[in-house]
């Protein structure tokens, strides 16, 4: 098969065949929806069906998880905002020499006490979303994380955040996990 590039022509007419299938989704956020159409597109590789499948558990998770299809934005979430400049969760402005993300979560920084799992799964949804808007190949080359330990305590961990994001890593998030390291140096 040949490889479809992206933005041409042949992938807005894939991803516009994948919204029709998702009416109510478009009409309540069409932004969102085509921004993830594509991004679930490329992440299986243009495979229409897989990335149907992919878009749909997208959606569904989204608005189970965080109550509905609104866009998160800093200025209007204080958590949000907070979160943000704690440095929990930050990707490196340059990419990988191989094309991925790298990823820097310094757990140190986290406060399950402050912010709930929720939150925080947001906040990490809000962090990966943005590399993505910044960078579409991404989706397809992938993500590297690096979760550094260096001054971390048990205090700074909330056993239900990773089970919560690996739930939507496996099934719903078009983002390909190339590697995940754990770091305490």
């Not at 490329?42 to 998770?61: D, F, Q, T, V």
């Not at 191989?98 to 939150?119: I, R, W």
């Not at 550094?148 to 739930?167: Q, R």
């Amino acid at each position: 098969s040949t490889k479809i590039e992206i933005g041409s022509a042949e992938e807005n007419a894939l991803a516009e065949e994948l919204h029709s299938h998702f009416p109510d989704q478009m009409k309540e956020n069409e932004r969102l929806t085509k921004f993830f159409t594509l991004q679930c597109l490329r992440n299986r590789a243009h495979h229409k069906e897989s990335a149907l499948k992919r878009l749909g558990n997208y959606l569904k998770w989204r608005a189970t998880t965080f109550g509905d299809l609104s866009d998160h934005h800093a200025s209007t979430d204080p958590a949000l905002s907070d979160q943000i400049g704690a440095a929990f969760i930050r990707v490196s402005p340059t990419k990988l020499p191989n094309g991925k993300a790298l990823v820097l979560l310094s757990m140190k920084n986290h406060d399950p006490k402050t912010f709930s799992s929720v939150q925080t799964v947001k906040f990490w949804h809000y962090v990966i979303v943005s590399a993505m808007a910044k960078h579409p190949e991404i989706a397809a080359e992938g993500f590297v994380f690096i979760n550094n330990f260096e001054g971390a305590s048990l205090d700074n961990t909330d056993i239900s955040v990773p089970k919560a994001i690996f739930g939507a890593l496996n099934k719903s998030m078009p983002v390909r996990v190339c590697a995940m390291v754990m770091v305490n140096p």
